[in-house]
C-alpha cells in the first residue's frame, strides 16, 4: 500500500498454506489460459480475453474471501477468479466452446459471463462497468437484510472512466455499504492507455472524493492483494463502508483473441510487462521462501496439465445447446420450447 | 471496395474538405478503431481531430452534441451499437429535440456512427440491432445502408446534414460486402429508398445485411419463374413512404425483412404504411420475417443459427407470399 489513503488497518496475510494453495491455483488458471488462446487459434474457440498477468490480484483477492458467502461480481478478464471460486477447468471451457450444461449461460453468453447461484457469482454482461452499480445495489440487499457478506466487485481502470462507475460509488460511500471496489489497473482499455483515460495517475486516489479509503497495491504480489482484500473486508463486514482498492497489474496478451496490439503497443513495453509474470514471481518466492519444493511444483504443473488435457477432451466432445432451448427463460416459467408472444 | 473502406474513406474526404469534421470514440486513434474505420487518421489528422476517448458512451455523446452545438461537426463512434444505450439521454432525450426545443435557434449537426447486427459469433452483447428505439424518436435521423456506394455517399450526407444522424453499419458486412465506388465525389441523400432489383410478382423490403439475404433469395424465386422487386430502404426515419408505396402497388405483394426482432420493429411501420395507404393495391397479406422474440443474440453457434433470418426462411416466405 504505497500510495492513496492508508487508513485502513493492515489485514492478516496469508499463512504459508493458503500461499501454496494460490500458487497452485495460478499455476492451474495459467495453463488453461494459454489453452483455451489456442483453441482460439486453432478455430474453435471464437474469442478469448486472457487473465496472464492478472491473476495474483484474482486469485489473492478471491483467496482473502468467504466462497460461498461473499459475493463476487467479476468481468470478462477474470479466469482466475473462476478458477479460485472452485469452477472446473472442464466447466470453463465449455463457456469458451459455447458447449451444453456450460454452468454460467448455458451458452448463450461470451465466455465466463452469466451466474451462479450456489457461488454467488455474477458476471451480467460484457458491457464495461455495468457491474458496478449492480454490486452496490446487491450490496445494499445484503445490509438491508442485515447479512454479514461482503460484495467485491472487479473492473479495469478504463472501466472507472464510466458514469456507472462514479454513481456506483458515490451511493456505496453515502450508505456506507460493504462493497469492495477492486479495479485490476493494466494501463490499458483495449488500446487506450490510462493517460487518455484520466489526467490522474491513480483511480483509488478518487476514493477521497466519495468519502472512502483507497489503495495502490502491486496487484502481481498475492500477498499484498490477499492483505488488502482482507482488510477492506474487515472494514465493510465492521459496518464501515466500501473501500477502493487498486491493483496494479500487466496485461500482456492482446486486449482479446480479436486485438492486434502491434497497432499500438511498443514491443519493449511488453517485454518489460512480461518481467511481472505473477505466476513465475510467486513460484521463485516461494521457493526461496522453501514454502513450495520442486517436486511439488512439477506436481502442480502436470496435475495442471493433466485437468487441461481432460478438460479438451470432454469439452470437445461435448455437443452444442440444443435449439429447443432457444426460447427459454425470456420470462418466469418459459421452459420446453415455444416462444411467449 | 468494402463496406469498411466506404466508410473511411467517406469520413477521411469530409475531414479534408471542412475543417469543422472531427472524429472521436474508443480506440479509434493509433488503433484505428476496433475495425479500422479510421485506419491512419491521427497520422493524417492529428491527434486533436481524432479523439481516443476514455470508456464513456454518454459522455461521447454528450460532448459530439455540445460541440455540434457550437459549430463544430463531430462523428462520434460507438464502438459496438450494444454498448449504445448509455447514449439514449443525450441523443433521444438532448439532440433530438434541441432544434424544436430552441425554436430553431440552435441545431445538432453530429453523426453517431455505430456497427451493429449479428451473425459474428457476437453473442448477447456484440449483435443488436438498435435501430427501432432511434427510428421512434422525431428529431433523429436513422441511415443503415447495405452496399459499399450507398455506405459512402450516405456517410457523407450525414456529416453534412444540419440535424443529428445515426448511422448504423453492420458489421457482418465491413468485409463481406464488395462493390464498385465512383473515383469522383458524390453524395446520396438521406431519405431515400433504393430499388436493388426490379420485379414485378412480389416485393421484398429490406435493409443491411438481411437486403443481400433478400437479393439472394430473389435469385432463387427468379428460376421458380418468380419475378421479385427489392427495395433498400437504407434509411429508417425517414422513411421513404413513396418508393415503400410505389412498389407496393406495384406488385400488390410485400415481404419486409429485418434481422431486428419483430415486434414493434421497422417492419411494423412499413407494414402501417402500406396497409394506411395501399390497402386496395394487395393481393395478399403484408408478411414479415424478423429476428425473434428473444432479448438478444445468443453466443453458440446452434443458437446464434435460431436468431438470425436466413436465405431459406426468406425464400420460403417469398414462395408463400407469391403463392396468393
Ligand atoms: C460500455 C462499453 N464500451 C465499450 C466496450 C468495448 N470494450 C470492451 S473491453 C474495453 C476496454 C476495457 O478496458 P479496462 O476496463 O481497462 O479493462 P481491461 O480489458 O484492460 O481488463 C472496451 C472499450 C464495452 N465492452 N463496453
Not at chain 1, 456507472?164 to 482499455?189: S, T, W
Not at chain 1, 502491434?262 to 511488453?270: A, H, Q, V
Not at chain 2, 473515383?183 to 412480389?202: C, H, N, Q, R
Amino acid at each position: 500500500m504505497d500510495q492513496g489513503r492508508t487508513d485502513i488497518a493492515p489485514g492478516r496475510g496469508p499463512t504459508d498454506s493458503e500461499l501454496l494453495e494460490m500458487y497452485r491455483l495460478m499455476a492451474l488458471c495459467r495453463a488453461l489460459d494459454e489453452r483455451v488462446w489456442l483453441m482460439n487459434r486453432q478455430g474453435k474457440a471464437a474469442i478469448v480475453a486472457s487473465a496472464q498477468g492478472h491473476e495474483a490480484g484474482q486469485v489473492g483477492s478471491v483467496a482473502a474471501l468467504r466462497i460461498g458467502h461473499d459475493r463476487f461480481y467479476i468481468y470478462y478478464r477474470d479466469l482466475a477468479a473462476l478458477v479460485s471460486l472452485g469452477l472446473t477447468p472442464a466447466q470453463i471451457m465449455s463457456g469458451f466452446l459455447a458447449k451444453a450444461g456450460e454452468p454460467l449461460s448455458g451458452g448463450r453468453q461470451f465466455p465466463t459471463h452469466g451466474a451462479h447461484a450456489g457461488l454467488n457469482l455474477v458476471n451480467l454482461s460484457n458491457v464495461v462497468a455495468t457491474q458496478i452499480p449492480q454490486a452496490v445495489g446487491d450490496a445494499l440487499a445484503s445490509k438491508m437484510r442485515g447479512e454479514d457478506a461482503v460484495t467485491i466487485v472487479y473492473f479495469g481502470d478504463g472501466a472507472a472512466s464510466v458514469g456507472d462507475c462514479h454513481e456506483g460509488m458515490n451511493f456505496a460511500a453515502i450508505h456506507k455499504l460493504p462493497v469492495v471496489f477492486f479495479c485490476e489497473n493494466n494501463g490499458y482499455a483495449i488500446s487506450v492507455p490510462l493517460s487518455k483515460q484520466m489526467a490522474v495517475d491513480s483511480v483509488a486516489g478518487r476514493a477521497e472524493g466519495y468519502g472512502m479509503p483507497g489503495v495502490v497495491i502491486d496487484g502481481t504480489d498475492v500477498s499484498a492483494v490477499y492483505e488488502a482484500t482482507a482488510a477492506a473486508a474487515e472494514r465493510a463486514r465492521a459496518g464501515e463502508g466500501p473501500t477502493l482498492i487498486e491493483a496494479m497489474v500487466e496485461r500482456y496478451l492482446p486486449h482479446t483473441s480479436d486485438d492486434d496490439d502491434s497497432r499500438y503497443r511498443p514491443r519493449g513495453d511488453i517485454e518489460e510487462a512480461r518481467k511481472k509474470d505473477p505466476v513465475k514471481m510467486l513460484r521463485e518466492r516461494l521457493l526461496a521462501d522453501g514454502i513450495l519444493d520442486e517436486e511439488t511444483d512439477e506436481r502442480f504443473s502436470a496435475d495442471a496439465k493433466r485437468a487441461v488435457n481432460e478438460a479438451t477432451e470432454e469439452v470437445e466432445a461435448a455437443p452444442h445447446p440444443d435449439p429447443s432451448s432457444f426460447y427459454d427463460h425470456v420470462y418466469a416459467g418459459d421452459t420446453g420450447g415455444a416462444s411467449s408472444r | 471496395m468494402s463496406v469498411i473502406d466506404a466508410v473511411r474513406e467517406a469520413m477521411r474526404e469530409e475531414m479534408a474538405r471542412d475543417e469543422r469534421v472531427f472524429v472521436m470514440g474508443e480506440d479509434i486513434g493509433a488503433r484505428g478503431g476496433v475495425f479500422l474505420a479510421t485506419d491512419g487518421f491521427v497520422e493524417q489528422f492529428g491527434e486533436e481531430r481524432v479523439i481516443d476517448t476514455p470508456l464513456a458512451e454518454s459522455s461521447i455523446a454528450g460532448i459530439a452534441l455540445g460541440a455540434a452545438m457550437n459549430g463544430m461537426r463531430p462523428i462520434a463512434e460507438i464502438e459496438f451499437a450494444d454498448f449504445i444505450w448509455p447514449t439514449f439521454n443525450q441523443v433521444v432525450g438532448e439532440a433530438a429535440r434541441v432544434r424544436y426545443g430552441t425554436a430553431g435557434s440552435l441545431g445538432a449537426p453530429m453523426v453517431l456512427r455505430a456497427p451493429y447486427g449479428g451473425g459474428v459469433r457476437g453473442g448477447l452483447y456484440h449483435s443488436q440491432s438498435p435501430e427501432a428505439y432511434f427510428a421512434h424518436t422525431p428529431g433523429l435521423k436513422v441511415v443503415a445502408p447495405a452496399t459499399p456506394y450507398d455506405t459512402k455517399g450516405l456517410l457523407k450526407s450525414a456529416v453534412r446534414d444540419e440535424d443529428p444522424v445515426i448511422f448504423l453499419e453492420h458489421k457482418r458486412t465491413y468485409r463481406l460486402v464488395r462493390g464498385d465506388v465512383p473515383d469522383e465525389e458524390y453524395t446520396l441523400p438521406i431519405g431515400a429508398a433504393d430499388v436493388k432489383m426490379e420485379g414485378s410478382d412480389i416485393s421484398v423490403i429490406s435493409y443491411g445485411l438481411m437486403l443481400h439475404l433478400c437479393l439472394e433469395a430473389a435469385r432463387e424465386l427468379a428460376d421458380e419463374g418468380v419475378s421479385v422487386e427489392a427495395l433498400d430502404l437504407r434509411t429508417l426515419r425517414p422513411l421513404d413512404s413513396e418508393a415503400i408505396l410505389a412498389t407496393a402497388r406495384k406488385t400488390g405483394k410485400a415481404l419486409i425483412v429485418h434481422e431486428d426482432t419483430k415486434a414493434v420493429g421497422v417492419g411494423a411501420e412499413v407494414a402501417a404504411i402500406i396497409a394506411e395507404e395501399a390497402f386496395e393495391y394487395l393481393d395478399g397479406p403484408i408478411m414479415r420475417v424478423a429476428g425473434p422474440e428473444v432479448p438478444a443474440m445468443p453466443f453458440s453457434p446452434t443458437l446464434e443459427a435460431m436468431f438470425m433470418p436466413d436465405t431459406e426462411r426468406i425464400a420460403n416466405a417469398m414462395r408463400e407470399l407469391a403463392r396468393y
